[in-house]
């Protein structure tokens, strides 16, 4: 999986991007805290990356009477430590983000040499190098690209150097000493020359492509996908930066737009935590629109899935004592169930509750002695279930409870009854049988996208709550990752 530091850059620094043409179906809240999370974790590679400075060798020459022309030079350096204590991430409204560094110190070590005409007078020695209040300022401006992914690019850098002292040692130091004042220019100069190219190439090198290729859809399964591109640049005020993203699932063989859109999020004014997250209803609406179409939204019940000491067996004696026909035309036999949702399950947030009402129809069929299904009764079934989400350790999870169940007979070729006697079987089918199988359907509740990782989320302090439309929680991260 490469270099934690760098992923979890990418982590942070993808979590910031995000815009409005579209409503997002999920959104990722990154507050001030956030980056500054995100800045501890991407100064370690920052820092790395800057030690990889290059200092040339440096030579010249000048009058020293009464030695006349002395030449010399200063090789062989070598960064012997490059700190940058203190760093600032701040929003820039509209744009992205500035990063500032202050108070910068870089140690380097090298070796020293003279001649002069007087072939007996010449030497060496080492010195050390120290530039201190180094600062560095660059803009990072956040966008989206064509696909979906977030761009992250630098502008304005600048950098200084407070000050460059070398401490010469040898036996000809006070000869050095003559000439130090152009070497702390000369160095100085190399040095800041450096920098912004090199934080530069480190957004660009290094970031930008792990961007570039970051996955913008996961497979669920054999049907579905879910797609979490931008759906624009991200919006960024003094307070947050906004990652935007699509939230909606997808047939993998045959995406067609889903016939409802996604409705307004909107996440609370509260900034105190890391990251706040919102998950609209829309994303768990595409996810049923996808399994719907795609005829997946389809259980069979059979008798051996009922529980012995339930008193309604899957066999025709049993239901005859419903609807007496049932026995007479087809005595002693089996029966299998086909219970299709009709419809979109669509899922209503709410204030502290969610709710779905999937429409559906059963269809009821005696198994005749040679396997061949003779029709029994078709109804229709609208169940108002409610829905309990939370997010625990790695994922949103779901749990349905039936609160209603409203039937009605929509054909019979076992003569006119009144569907109510058939109440207790069918709540009971759906509470016991159907329920415990969409409560095991995970796809449905779906995943989180890739950049939560399990870690991320073992890490959080984290706080849940349903509000219209949405899901919300939010985290906050104790220790670095
Ligand atoms: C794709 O899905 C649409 C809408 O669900 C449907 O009308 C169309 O027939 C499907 N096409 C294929 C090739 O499955
Ligand atoms: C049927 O048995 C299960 C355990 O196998 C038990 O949990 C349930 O309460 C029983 N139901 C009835 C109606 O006796
Ligand atoms: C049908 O189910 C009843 C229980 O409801 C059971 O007593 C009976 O043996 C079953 N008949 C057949 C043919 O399976
Ligand atoms: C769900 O929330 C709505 C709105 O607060 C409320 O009217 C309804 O009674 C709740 N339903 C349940 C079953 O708690
Ligand atoms: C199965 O049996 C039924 C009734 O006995 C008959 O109508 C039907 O044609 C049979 N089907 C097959 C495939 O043999
Ligand atoms: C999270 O949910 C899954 C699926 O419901 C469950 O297996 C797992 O134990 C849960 N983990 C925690 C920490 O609650
Ligand atoms: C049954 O289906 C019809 C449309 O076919 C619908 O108008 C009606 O509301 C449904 N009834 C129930 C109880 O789901």
């Known amino acids: 999986m490469g270099n934690p530091h760098t992923l979890t850059l990418t982590l942070t620094l993808a979590l910031c991007l995000g815009a409005d043409a579209v409503n997002p179906g999920f959104v990722v809240r990154l507050t001030q805290k956030g980056l500054d999370y995100a800045r501890q974790q991407g100064m370690v590679v920052l820092q790395l990356q800057l030690a990889k400075i290059h200092l040339p060798d440096f030579s010249g020459s000048t009058h020293v009477s009464p030695l006349g022309?002395?030449?010399?030079?200063?090789?062989?350096?070598?960064?012997?430590?490059?700190?940058?204590?203190?760093?600032?991430?701040?929003?820039?409204?509209?744009?992205?983000?500035?990063?500032?560094?202050?108070?910068?110190?870089?140690?380097?070590?090298?070796?020293?040499?003279?001649?002069?005409?007087?072939?007996?007078?010449s030497g060496h020695g080492s010195f050390v190098l120290k530039v201190q209040g180094l600062s560095i300022s660059v803009g990072l401006k956040l966008g989206s690209d064509g696909s979906g992914r977030p761009t992250i690019?630098?502008?304005?850098?600048?950098?200084?150097?407070?000050?460059?002292?070398?401490?010469i040692s040898g036996k000809y130091k006070w000869l050095a000493d003559l000439f130090h004042r152009s070497i702390d220019k000369a160095l100085r100069k190399a040095i800041e020359k450096q920098i912004c190219p090199l934080v530069s190439e480190s957004i660009l090198q290094r970031l930008e492509p792990i961007l570039q290729t970051l996955p913008v859809t996961a497979s669920i399964d054999n049907v579905a996908a879910i797609d979490y591109s931008l759906t624009g640049p991200p919006p960024v005020t003094a307070e947050c930066v906004d990652v935007q993203l699509k939230g909606e699932f997808f047939n993998h063989v045959n995406r067609t737009a889903p016939p409802f859109s996604p409705p307004a999020l909107s996440l609370p004014v509260d900034h105190?935590?890391?990251?706040?997250?919102?998950?609209?209803?829309?994303?768990?609406?595409?996810?049923?629109?996808?399994?719907?179409?795609?005829?997946?939204?389809?259980?069979?019940?059979?008798?051996?899935?009922i529980p012995k000491n339930f008193s309604i067996h899957l066999n025709t004696s049993s239901f005859g004592t419903l609807i007496p026909q049932i026995s007479k035309m087809y005595p002693n036999m089996l029966m299998k169930?086909?219970?299709?949702?009709?419809?979109?399950?669509?899922?209503?947030?709410k204030p502290?509750?969610?709710?779905?009402?999937?429409?559906?129809?059963?269809?009821?069929?005696?198994?005749?002695?040679?396997?061949?299904?003779?029709?029994?009764?078709?109804?229709?079934?609208?169940?108002?279930?409610?829905?309990?989400?939370?997010?625990?350790?790695?994922?949103?999870?779901?749990h349905l409870e039936i609160s209603r169940v409203q039937m009605a007979l929509k054909h019979s070729d076992v003569g006119p009854f009144s569907v109510s006697l058939l109440n207790a079987a069918v709540n009971f089918y759906i509470a016991h049988i159907i329920l415990p199988q969409v409560n095991a359907f995970p796809p449905v509740w779906g995943q989180c996208p890739l950049w939560l990782t399990n870690r991320v989320m073992e890490l959080a302090n984290q706080r849940t709550g349903l509000f219209a439309n949405q899901l919300k929680w939010s985290l906050t991260l104790d220790r670095l990752l």
């Open 69 to 121: 022309k002395v030449k010399y030079s200063f090789h062989s350096m070598a960064i012997h430590s490059f700190q940058l204590p203190n760093s600032q991430v701040s929003l820039v409204p509209k744009v992205g983000l500035k990063l500032s560094i202050t108070g910068g110190f870089i140690q380097v070590d090298g070796q020293w040499k003279f001649k002069t005409k007087l072939h007996f007078i």
């Open 272 to 305: 105190s935590l890391m990251v706040y997250f919102g998950v609209s209803e829309y994303l768990f609406n595409t996810a049923g629109y996808v399994y719907q179409t795609a005829g997946r939204l389809v259980f069979t019940v059979t008798n051996n899935m």
């Open 153 to 167: 690019y630098p502008s304005d850098c600048s950098n200084h150097i407070g000050d460059v002292n070398v401490h």
């Open 337 to 349: 169930l086909y219970i299709t949702s009709t419809s979109t399950p669509f899922l209503t947030m």
């Open 352 to 398: 502290g509750n969610v709710t779905i009402s999937p429409m559906t129809d059963i269809e009821a069929y005696a198994i005749l002695p040679n396997r061949t299904l003779a029709p029994l009764f078709l109804l229709n079934v609208t169940t108002t279930a409610l829905a309990k989400l939370g997010v625990n350790a790695s994922r949103i999870v779901g």
